[in-house]
């Protein structure tokens, strides 16, 4: 019996966060500087370790037209990952560029970094690198998923030793279905190095 309430509580826990963390199904695309989205996603945030952010010039004026919300959600959690991986001394770096109407976002740590198999998980439901009771391996799949929803693509860069950058490139105007669009969907791509 105890197993089972355990097990329950953990599905729910799964559930409350899918329903209010990264579905854009429902929510409305709307036009706002990028600098504004970045300020929302990274407001309430830990104060350690620090989070450097960097903003190009075509970045800092940029308007994007998102599901802001659920991007919001989908930044705030990919940061505090990078946070948990960096430890409390380390700063956490997030820089964003503007180019041809692709928005690029880098949040880099310089944590211990991941071998090739473990780069190879990332982002598959319940898996985790996080101790037992820290995470329930969801984050970074609802991330990707709210990312490609929008017509973005999400990519895994770590070594260890050398910690982890994860690398979003998102069009400045959302496609797709959460955007209302035709429904379509680019890939994703892990990339590790070994």
């Known amino acids: ?49 620090a989070v450097e952010r960097i903003l190009s010039p075509a970045a800092t004026a940029a308007r994007v037209q998102w599901p802001p919300r659920a991007v919001g959600q989908a930044l705030r959690s990919l940061v505090t990952n990078a946070q948990d991986a960096a430890g409390a001394d380390k700063p956490v770096r997030v820089s964003v560029e503007v180019d041809a109407g692709i928005v690029e976002v880098r949040i880099s740590d310089s944590g211990p970094g991941m071998p090739p198999e473990v780069v190879a998980r990332i982002g598959e439901p ?40 994860v690398v979003l490139r998102v069009p400045e105007h959302a496609v797709g279905k959460s955007a209302g669009g035709a429904g379509s969907r680019t890939g994703h791509s892990v990339v590790g190095h070994p």
């Open 1 to 49: 019996a105890r197993l089972t309430r355990e097990q329950v509580g953990r599905c729910r826990g799964i559930l409350d966060h899918m329903v209010g963390g990264a579905g854009t199904i429902g929510e409305g695309v709307e036009p706002r500087q990028l600098s504004d989205v970045l300020d929302d996603a990274l407001t309430g945030i830990r104060p350690a370790p």
């Open 126 to 165: 319940f898996f985790t690198t996080k101790p037992p009771g820290r995470g329930m391996g969801m984050g970074l799949f609802l991330s990707r998923a709210v990312i490609e929803g929008i017509g973005g693509s999400l990519q895994i860069d770590s070594e260890v030793g050398r910690g982890t950058t």
